[in-house]
C-alpha cells in the first residue's frame, strides 16, 4: 500500500489557470506538508498543517492556498498559475511535530505551466 | 539561521569502492540530521537521522552516517558502493522541535557509481 499518494503525477496547464493537487497519507499521521522542488532539485518547504491546523507558510504567494479537510489529506490548490510555478511537488507527513520525526515523501506531481 | 551544504555536486565512484556524500550543516541549537534519496522521477525515500546518542548512525540498505560536532559534518558513507545506488542525496536538518517541522534541505548531490 502506497503511504502517501498524490494526484495527479503529472499536470500540464495553461498560465491564469487554476488547478488542484491532491495528497493523502495512510500513516496515521498528524502532521502533513508541502514541498517545492525548482528545475535546480533545490527543495523548499511551503507550508505544514497540524491535526488540519495550519503552522507554517514559508512566505508563498497567496495564489497558493492549501486545505485539510482531515488529518489524512492536505490539497493545494493554486490560483491564476504563472510561468514560475513550474516544478514539482511533493507532499509529505510525519508523526508530529516533534524534531525527532523523519518525513515521509509522495511520488511528486509535476507541474508545468505553458 | 539554519543551513545545510552538500560541497559536491557530483561524486563518482566505482562498484564495489566505498563511497562518501559530505554534508555540513549550521543551527544555533542542537541539530536533528536526516539523509534522503531520490530516484529519477520519484519522491524522497528516508535513509536515516541523528537524534541524540552514538554519533555512528546505520540506515537502510547498507548506508551509515557519522556525526561530527566540531565538524559540523554528518558525511553519508557506504563501505561498498552498488550501481543501483545511483541517485541523488539530499542531507536535511532541523533544529530542535519547534519551527513547524520545517526540514531544511542541502541542495543535493548526484551520486554516480559506475561498473
Known amino acids: 500500500d502506497t503511504a502517501v499518494s498524490q494526484t495527479p503525477k503529472y499536470l500540464v496547464t495553461q498560465m491564469g489557470n487554476d488547478k488542484s493537487i491532491k495528497c493523502e497519507q495512510n500513516?496515521?499521521?498528524?502532521?502533513m506538508y508541502w514541498y517545492k522542488q525548482d528545475s535546480k532539485k533545490f527543495l523548499k518547504i511551503m507550508f505544514s498543517?497540524?491535526?488540519?491546523?495550519?503552522?507554517i507558510n514559508e512566505t508563498v504567494p497567496n495564489r497558493f492556498s492549501p486545505k485539510s479537510p482531515d488529518k489524512a489529506h492536505l490539497n493545494l490548490h493554486i490560483n491564476s498559475l504563472e510561468l514560475g510555478d513550474s516544478a514539482v511537488y511533493f507532499c509529505?507527513?510525519?508523526?508530529?511535530?516533534?524534531?525527532?520525526?523523519?518525513?515521509?515523501f509522495g511520488p511528486g506531481t509535476r507541474l508545468t505551466v505553458t | 539561521a539554519q543551513s545545510v551544504a552538500q560541497p559536491e555536486d557530483q561524486v563518482n565512484v566505482a562498484e564495489g569502492n566505498p563511497l562518501t556524500v559530505k554534508c555540513t550543516y549550521s543551527?544555533?541549537?542542537?541539530?536533528?540530521l536526516f539523509w534522503y534519496v531520490q530516484y529519477p522521477n520519484r519522491g524522497l525515500q528516508f535513509l536515516l537521522k541523528?537524534?541524540?546518542?552514538?554519533?555512528l548512525v546505520k540506515g537502510s540498505y547498507g548506508f551509515e552516517a557519522e556525526f561530527n560536532k566540531s565538524q559540523t559534518s554528518f558525511h553519508l558513507k557506504k563501505p561498498s558502493a552498488l550501481v543501483s545506488d545511483s541517485a541523488l542525496y539530499f542531507c536535511?536538518?532541523?533544529?530542535?522541535?519547534?519551527?513547524?517541522?520545517?526540514?531544511?534541505f542541502g541542495q543535493g548531490t548526484e551520486l554516480s557509481v559506475k561498473p
Open positions: 509529505a507527513s510525519s508523526r508530529g511535530l516533534a524534531g525527532s520525526y523523519e518525513q515521509y
Open positions: 500513516l496515521g499521521h498528524d502532521t
Open positions: 498543517y497540524n491535526n488540519k491546523e495550519l503552522i
Open positions: 543551527v544555533s541549537g542542537n541539530p536533528y
Open positions: 541523528y537524534i541524540t546518542g552514538d554519533n
Open positions: 536535511a536538518v532541523r533544529e530542535g522541535d519547534n519551527q513547524g517541522g520545517k526540514l531544511i
